[in-house]
């Protein structure tokens, strides 16, 4: 029995460190359906977004006031970003538009580190950080803050994942992804689909900087966990927010499951072929993920529910 609620401990772990990788990629995602770019600037919006919340927080405002002030600010960022930068690059080249979002990326780190500092800012908004024990004689381990955050993450998901895809604006947003001439051409605003589409990135970068940022630290190191959600893109596929959500819960019970029970066997398996008494295979939980990302390139690019792309020449 006691395996069992082992077993399911780690599975509800894995569950709900995926449903945070679910929604950083939901930010890629929802950028790429409206302009069929990867958006190298997610993981910047996702600490750049932080750091305004927190900084508000540190001059004494209210959660509530500094959450509004923060989402205020990331609007006013997809204005400038669509008046300054995507306004002059429609119709061009994917590529070009995928170098943009590098020196906007750039860009915003350096602004952000020059109004806030380069220091770790701790933050705190009250998620439970203790631990339930449940199952027959408390046998298994729930992590409160990982159940909170996981609960946050999904609600939101789930629920702009049901937004693009019942509303005028997701479907409008499916339009200008595949064509900008033909949606400009049937009276779809691309502009306003733009500054809306990365409204709402910059709102889910919020919300993502503030849950990692209680758990790890409201620091630089922050950008770097948009890399988490490049295994998840590639397996759910980068125009699918429900693919978003499914990448994102196979990436996560995958590493645990690979960290608890494949790296044990690895190690038998190594320690049996090389003839010495034992190996250890450590942070086997930090690659996996990208050798799953790995596979589906080579044999499903376009991932579990992406579209697949036919160029007729």
């Known amino acids: ?6 077993f399911l401990e780690v599975l509800l772990s894995g569950m709900f460190a995926g449903t945070m990788y679910a929604l ?5 995602v929802l950028i790429f359906k409206a302009s ?14 932080a750091l305004c919340f927190v900084g508000f927080l540190e001059m004494g405002l209210p959660i509530a006031v500094a959450g509004i002030i923060s989402i205020g600010i990331m609007i006013a960022w997809a204005f400038a970003v669509e008046r300054l930068v995507l306004r002059h690059l429609v119709n061009q080249a994917p590529i070009i538009l995928f170098m943009a979002t590098i020196g906007i990326s750039f860009f915003l780190e350096g602004f952000g580190e020059f109004i806030w500092g380069g220091d770790v800012h701790p933050l705190d908004i009250g998620i439970p950080n203790g631990a339930w024990f449940v199952g027959p004689e408390g046998v298994m381990l729930i992590d409160q803050f990982d159940l909170s955050a996981a609960v946050i993450a999904g609600v939101l998901v789930l629920s702009l994942a049901l937004f693009f895809h019942y509303t005028r604006i997701g479907r409008a947003l499916r339009a200008v992804a595949d064509d900008h001439q033909a949606a400009l051409s049937v009276g779809i605003p691309l502009n ?13 970068a919020l919300v993502a900087g503030i849950i990692w940022g209680s758990r790890l630290g409201v620091q630089f190191a922050l950008s770097i966990v948009a890399l988490k959600a490049l295994p998840v ?19 996560g019970t995958g590493e645990k499951m690979a960290e608890i029970y494949g790296a044990p066997a ?5 320690t049996a072929l090389s003839g010495t008494d034992s ?13 799953i990302a790995m596979f589906f390139l080579l044999f499903r690019p376009q991932g579990l529910f992406g579209e ?6």
């Open 233 to 251: 893109l590639i397996l759910g596929g980068f125009t699918s927010v429900p693919g978003a959500i499914i990448g994102g819960l196979i990436i």
């Open 308 to 313: 697949r792309i036919i160029e007729r020449v």
């Open 192 to 204: 306003r689909i733009w500054v809306i589409v990365w409204s709402v990135a910059g709102f889910v």
């Open 266 to 270: 690895m190690e038998s398996l190594v």
């Open 24 to 28: 950083v990629a939901l930010g890629f």
């Open 279 to 291: 190996v250890s295979l450590g942070g086997v939980e930090e690659w996996f993920a990208y050798v």
């Open 1 to 6: 029995m006691s395996e069992f609620w082992f």
């Open 36 to 49: 069929g770019v990867f958006n190298f600037a997610q993981g910047t919006m996702v600490l750049f977004a």
